[in-house]
């Protein structure tokens, strides 16, 4: 895959009720305007075979699982992801938004749910190879903040009806993988107003645009 025309892979990541959902379509609609060629997508889903592994995932009805056949079932869901929307768009040049991706099973299933970082990057390492985010929003809010809007949309699925110990974990995990030092993470005060957040995103993708356009990225 040559640099110049390889598209760029951002996620947007955070606990829920973070607002990231948001804050990608404002985002989506913002790029779209400027005439960029833009594939938004989400996990779990993004396919036909991936949304109706969500749907398993996130029903209250199917109760407890063993967390490993939960993170199966996410990276299941993930290979299909990846060789059906992920990598063929990037192979012609999109630029593709996902709302959450591998760093969301790194805080519920590797810290949340107990798992292990180790296990989570096996996976990782095997489906993906080198492929990694080009640039990850990670929306931070107190877990108090997110529940409370998350609670106010209405029934919460199998996963949000966790407790907020597992939150606190998955919140933590996310923190830790953003202070790594990779460069690639972008964090985001989420417990703004809606209007704040948005202007903080707008600054930090004008300044990651900038970075790229300053390394010569044919792609910009
Ligand atoms: N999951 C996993 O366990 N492992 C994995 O590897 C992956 C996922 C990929 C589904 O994800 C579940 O899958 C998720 C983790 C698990 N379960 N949990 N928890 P999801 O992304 O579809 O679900 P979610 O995290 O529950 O989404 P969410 O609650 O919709 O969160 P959000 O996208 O960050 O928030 P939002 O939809 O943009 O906003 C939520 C509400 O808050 C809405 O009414 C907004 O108008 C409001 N909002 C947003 N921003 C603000 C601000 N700044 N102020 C005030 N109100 C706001």
Redesign the pocket.
Known sequence: MKGSTRGRFIT?E??????????LERLRQRLHAEGRDVLVT???GGTPLGEQL?EL??DPRVGAMAAET?LLL?FAA?AEHLRAVIEPALERGVWVLS????D??F???GA?RGLGAQRVAALENWLQGDLRPDLVFL?DVPVLT?LE??L??GKR?R??S?DMAF?ERARHAYLERARSGSGRYQVID?????D??GAEVDLAWDAWVRKLACKGDGSV
């Open positions: 947007f955070g606990i829920e009720g973070a607002g990231k959902s948001t804050q989400r996990e779990p969500r995932l996130l939960e996410i993930r709302d959450r991706f591998t969301a099973s805080a519920y299933q949340g929306f997110g809007r998350a106010a949309r699925d996963i949000e966790e939150f989420a417990a703004q107003g809606l704040a957040v």
